[in-house]
């Protein structure tokens, strides 16, 4: 489980989530100012800023192909049950 730290301009996220970078695992830091989102690994000097707007339009994106992937899976899935049927027949 991640933890907030709360400052009075910005919001800190140390996230329970890990990337493995450089043979290390290291937390996902999100840092939140009003404008845009920093996001970084602990004990990592990169950053990578980017838009609340940007943010919205990769997760929005990510909606859509976790939805279709889902319908893709659902229709194989009804496909195969149905193929089974008809040789059972």
């Avoid at 845009?36 to 838009?51: D, H, Q």
């Amino acid at each position: 489980m991640g933890y907030l730290i709360e400052r009075t301009a910005q919001n800190l996220f140390v996230t329970a989530s890990s990337v493995k970078e450089n043979g290390k695992k290291r937390r996902i830091v999100i840092e939140s100012r009003p404008e845009f989102a920093i996001i970084k690994l602990t004990g990592s000097k990169e950053r990578f800023p980017l838009s609340w707007e940007t943010i919205y339009q990769i997760a929005k994106q990510h909606q859509a192909n976790n939805l279709r992937l889902e319908a893709e899976a659902e229709k194989a899935h009804s496909s195969r049950k149905r193929n089974a049927n008809q040789t059972r027949s």
